[in-house]
């Protein structure tokens, strides 16, 4: 069995050392890995502003029960009708936003990153954090 440090995690028995990857590759493999993890958070944010949106709705359906509460039926009549029912863009709202994000735009970043990764990596994720942590764990090891 190969030394730990040198493996490419408990994932798998691919010795770093073993990979044919150049470096413009590693690096490459890199960004590309940093834009999909920037991707995940982009849509980590769009769910927030989904539930940050639901909850100001819910709070402008408690506003139009108490304009209509204090008289003002007009006001809530113009919330009932044209607000709350409104999609927040292109009439879209936003549970349909994080749909299509996630269920086209996400999904096909991931696939494309795990195809690439599989290509120049054997499928190994990390690859310049795991050699990382091997260079500062030996660095450590000499002194």
């Known amino acids: 069995?190969?030394?730990?440090?040198?493996?490419a995690g408990p994932e798998t028995d691919v010795d770093l050392d073993d990979l044919e990857l150049s470096d413009a590759e590693?690096?490459?493999?890199?960004?590309?890995?940093?834009?999909?993890?920037?991707?995940?958070r982009?849509?980590?944010?769009?769910?927030?502003?989904?539930?940050?949106l639901g909850h100001?709705?819910?709070r402008m359906g408690d506003a139009e029960d108490r304009l209509r509460e204090a008289?003002?039926?007009?006001?809530?009549?113009?919330?009932?009708?044209e607000h709350?029912?409104?999609?927040?863009?292109s009439d879209e709202w936003t549970f349909e936003l994080v749909e299509e994000f996630s269920g086209e735009f996400l999904d096909e970043v991931d696939t494309f990153e795990e195809e690439v990764r599989e290509e120049l990596a054997d499928g190994v994720d990390h690859v310049t954090e795991r050699r990382q942590k091997r260079r500062l764990r030996d660095r450590a090891k000499d002194r």
């Open 84 to 89: 709350l029912p409104a999609g927040a863009i």
């Open 56 to 58: 100001a709705m819910d």
């Open 71 to 81: 008289g003002h039926e007009e006001w809530a009549d113009a919330l009932r009708d």
């Open 1 to 7: 069995m190969s030394d730990p440090d040198s493996t």
């Open 26 to 40: 590693q690096a490459a493999l890199h960004e590309l890995q940093l834009g999909t993890e920037h991707v995940h």
């Open 42 to 52: 982009a849509y980590g944010t769009l769910l927030e502003f989904h539930h940050e």
